[in-house]
């Protein structure tokens, strides 16, 4: 199905963009571990029309019919350019999952970027959502989902909620996804805006997500979405025989190494790589 050699050669070529990019610098503000209010389960809401403020900051307040057509129009733009994402970003690289294609035409990607990226969402590329961190290139999420090869009744762990995209893509597949974040401000800011956005299968917690969530494993699939400089033994103990986790591995200066671990029914595990890629690092939080 891919090309791995052409792969390599072109994502070190830059043809594939990798995944960091400089995020805005901001502080961690400090929490402690054990907070209820970081670990939330996200209930059940409709997404409400958005308020865009852009046209209601000052002057006179436009028709509201004016308002609810430009609020249309900018979905059927956000929708289009996601349309040209799915075909020209991801399936022309190979990715041929339907259901992975379906959900990556479903995601509203401009809802997990910061307003001052919502232009450019759906382009080829990693983008900065703060505190340092990204969200994942769109293609990369469509691979690393495939891979997993996701079912309907799966329970999933995510490592690194980052802005919830990547979960709120896998959450359309699979009945549950547990993700972890280790900076809480995110933990909390995915966690709002995914039940702002409906999306009820998706909990989220704040902790080092290295240590994975014992209490909820064993899980059908496990997506690492930062750069490791192994594989986590923990993570490796929770999955279940026959799962597979997917994990960046290596170099976190320089560029790391898709991976495909899968734990066999004997539960011994096999390693394939994938292709190289370049996350943010996976980090430890000193208290867990
Ligand atoms: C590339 S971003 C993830 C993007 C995210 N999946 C999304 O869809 O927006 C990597 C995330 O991993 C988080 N992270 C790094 N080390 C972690 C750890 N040990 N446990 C949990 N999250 C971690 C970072 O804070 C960052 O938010």
Redesign the pocket.
Known sequence: MRDAITRLNAALEGRYPV?RELGESGMATVYRPDDQRHECKVGRKLLLAVAVALNASCGPAPPAQANASTLSRQQMDFERARHQMVEEQIEARGVTDPRVLEAMQRVPRHE?VPAEYQARAYSDR?LP?G?D????QPYI?ALMTELLQPEPDDRLL????????????AAELVSEVY?????PE?ARS?AERLERLGVSNVFVRA????LGWPEQSPFDGI?V??GAEHIPEPLVEQLKPGARMIIPVGDLSSFQILKVVEKLPGGEVEIRDIIPVR???????ERD
């Open positions: 995944e997990y990693p959502i505190l961190q990204t969200i994942s999420v995510e490592i690194g909620t980052g802005s919830g995209y990547q979960a709120a893509v993700s972890i974040e280790i900076i995110l995915a902790g080092d997500g290295y997506l979405t930062a996350f943010v690092p996976l980090r430890r939080n």
